[in-house]
């Protein structure tokens, strides 16, 4: 019998943010997450959503009928009741670049357990809202230094708490270099981030880093 992951969500659609923005994917969603962010924009989803067996080689099929890549985000898919999964979908599955978003919860870990010959890359999101968020995201960077799969994607909200990490992270190039440091305005809707990106890329300016736009939400795709 063929592996089976727990999804609640299966899509085709491009990525909409960051380095891979503009391919075309399947999007593979988790239910469980270990963090409840204001602006997160699946809250809903993920509470009233029922997850349903995927076998992988059926999520393999959809993937080569359309040549699509590999998004996997959530949720979490780095908490334990995932974990595996993910590993799974990213050793199993042939594909030419796979994107995993994560809050960074075990990222590391994650890491360490995906196939080397993969093409993968991790996308690290810290969520910053307070002092002792920005001693985590240390500690998880500190982790994952030198691994140049990773891209670090940071929400730009207006609070000094994240102004403080990214006036940190920017003089930090021994463990991350700043190509690889994405700054995204938030925003729930395209008239939103239309007008905080302004100020986001003035950020980028100053401190060296890319600007990543919300696609999906600003051309209106799934």
């Keep these: 019998m063929g592996k089976k992951v727990k999804l609640i969500e299966v899509i085709r659609t491009w990525q909409g943010e960051g380095v891979s923005r503009g391919i075309p994917m399947l999007l593979c969603r988790f239910k469980t997450c270990n963090l409840k962010c204001y602006f997160c924009d699946t809250l809903v989803k993920m509470r009233i959503s ?15 009928r359309n040549k699509l890549s590999l998004m996997i985000t959530g949720g979490e898919p780095t908490v334990p009741k ?9 050793n199993e599955l042939n594909y030419t670049v796979a994107n995993v978003e994560s809050n960074g919860f075990k990222l590391y870990e994650l890491i360490g357990e995906v196939k080397p010959t993969k093409s993968v890359i991790f996308i690290y999101s810290p969520k910053i809202f307070e002092e002792e968020d920005i001693e985590s995201a240390k500690e998880t960077l500190n982790k994952i230094a030198g691994h140049h799969s990773v891209h670090v994607k940071v929400v730009w909200d207006g609070s000094p708490y994240v102004e ?32 905080n990106s302004e100020v986001v890329f003035d950020l980028c300016e100053k401190y060296k880093f890319s600007f990543s736009s919300r696609d999906h939400l600003i051309f209106g795709f799934v």
Aim: overall charge negative; aromatic content about 8%.
């Design 82 to 90: 995932h974990f595996d999964e993910t590993v799974t979908l990213l």
């Design 164 to 195: 403080e990490f990214l006036s940190w992270l920017t003089k930090q190039e021994d463990l991350i270099e700043q190509h690889r440091v994405w700054l995204m305005p938030q925003g729930a809707t395209r008239a939103e981030l239309i007008k």
């Design 50 to 64: 029922k997850e349903a067996e995927h076998d992988i080689e059926d999520l393999q099929k959809e993937m080569d």
